[in-house]
């Protein structure tokens, strides 16, 4: 078995999830792309969902596939968020962004009833940190920022380097708000709330990846099969 078919695995007990006539949050990313594919499916066999992609890339794919789509202007209260993460610690805390969606994520994610993550099993940590957290900063000062970012979570008890992320051809990556990203290797954290309190404090700081009190579930697909942890 492979880490593709524990991410399909769990994107498919996802769908257990998933009741007739709901609003629907789509997450962005590898696993929440097998859901969105495994969802299309259902809705060609008739289910009727409303969805909100949570990125230009899973509103292309959810577009391709005639999922329903619609805003969170139009609709701004869903009823639950299907998204993959990086991390998932014992507390339901995640890590995302990888795909550089975190702002979008946390906003359809925060307006909806629920969230339940899907992951592949070596997405659970004991500690936050080991992947380097996103953080999504304006074009605008983004030096100044950094700088900022790097003297307040030395306080909350964060060190590590702090890099902006690059595409392959060495441009920098801009996320679909039209912000950058740093990603910042602080390594094993101790206290997640203390730094994404510190990170809220900086003006230049759009969002960072920290899920904190957001996820309700998660369902995890491994050797042993799929677990859901509430
Ligand atoms: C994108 C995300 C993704 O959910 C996260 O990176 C996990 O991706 P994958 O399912 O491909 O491992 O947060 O911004």
């Known amino acids: 078995m492979s880490v593709e078919s524990y991410k399909l695995a769990a994107a498919r007990r996802a769908l257990q999830f998933v009741e007739p006539g709901m609003r629907l949050g789509l ?10 594919e495994l969802l299309a499916g259902e809705v060609r066999a008739g289910l009727q ?19 329903p789509l619609t805003t969170l ?19 339901l805390r995640l890590i995302k962004g990888g795909g550089g969606a975190l702002l979008r994520e946390k906003i359809v994610a925060t307006a909806s009833d629920r969230m339940i993550v899907i992951a592949d099993s070596a997405k659970q940590v004991a500690k936050l ?12 000062g983004m030096t100044a920022t950094r700088n900022m970012i790097e003297m307040l979570a030395a306080d909350a008890g964060c060190h590590g380097e702090i890099t902006q992320r690059l595409l392959s051809d060495g441009a920098p990556f801009v996320t679909d708000g039209g912000n950058y990203i740093f990603d910042c290797a602080f390594g094993p954290m101790e206290d997640p709330e203390a730094l994404d309190e510190a990170l809220k404090f900086i ?28």
């Open 27 to 36: 997450g962005t990313g590898s696993t929440a792309s097998k859901f969105v």
């Open 49 to 67: 969902v409303l969805c909100v992609p949570t990125s230009e890339e899973t509103q292309r794919l959810a577009e391709q596939h005639g999922i």
């Open 73 to 91: 202007c139009e609709t701004p209260l869903l009823d639950l968020t299907i998204d993959g993460a990086d991390e998932i610690d014992g507390e």
């Open 129 to 140: 940190g080991a992947f380097p957290l996103p953080v999504e900063v304006a074009r605008f």
């Open 203 to 230: 003006p230049g700081v759009v969002e960072n990846g920290l899920f904190l009190g957001i996820a309700d579930a998660a369902i995890i697909g491994g050797p042993e099969g799929v677990a859901v942890i509430e």
